[in-house]
């Protein structure tokens, strides 16, 4: 099954869950994945779908080994594990990856891709996702969520209440639709 029909099939199950027209494309893989490097493993992502981020971080020069990807869509779970044999997989809903800590052998994470609709997310949802992954992250750790919208998708009273603050990277016009990287890290750090 190629990327596409993966992709739309998941999303005719659940358009909100999915909350985008077509996978997200190599530009703006490349442009979330550009700061994440081989020291920051091991690297958690969020709603890797296909796998496109994935790939572009084993392009950085991560390992599979150094990846814990968690996905909530069970054919998206299936289709990485095929992918990724030695990437760790969680299929399960993002608000609860704090709860697997265990798989994480006691290190903590350098940083965080996110592919999730978080923008559609409600403060709560926002809240349990951010602080259980900044949770598993050392200090200094990243969080790289990508958005649709011209502005930060995580909740300005969430990053407040949590000591986050966010940065726009950049952004890409070769994405269907065009998309923007934000960065979040701890105020502190």
Request: some cysteine; aromatic content about 6%; charged content about 20%.
């Amino acid at each position: 099954m190629s990327d596409l029909a993966a992709f739309l099939r998941a999303w005719a199950k659940d358009p909100l869950g999915i909350a985008a027209v077509a996978p997200s494309g190599p530009s703006l893989a490349r442009l979330i994945t550009a700061e994440i490097t081989p020291d920051m493993a091991p690297v958690i992502e969020l709603g890797p779908g296909t796998g496109v981020f994935t790939k572009a971080l084993l392009e950085r020069g991560l390992q599979q080994s150094d990846l814990v990807l968690v996905e909530n869509e069970a054919d998206f779970a299936r289709l990485l594990e095929t992918r990724f044999p030695q990437a760790r997989i969680l299929r399960g809903d993002a608000a609860r990856v704090r709860r697997h800590r265990a798989l994480f052998g006691g290190e903590l994470a350098g940083a965080t891709i996110s592919g999730l609709p978080i923008l559609s997310m409600n403060a709560g949802q926002q809240m349990k996702i951010m602080a259980g992954c900044f949770g598993l992250m050392r200090p200094g750790g990243r969080f790289y969520q990508f958005s649709y919208s011209p502005v930060c998708p995580i909740r300005r009273p969430v990053l407040e209440r949590l000591g986050l603050e966010a940065r726009r990277l950049s952004s890409t016009l070769r994405n269907l639709p065009p998309a923007a990287v934000y960065e979040i890290s701890r105020v502190d750090e």
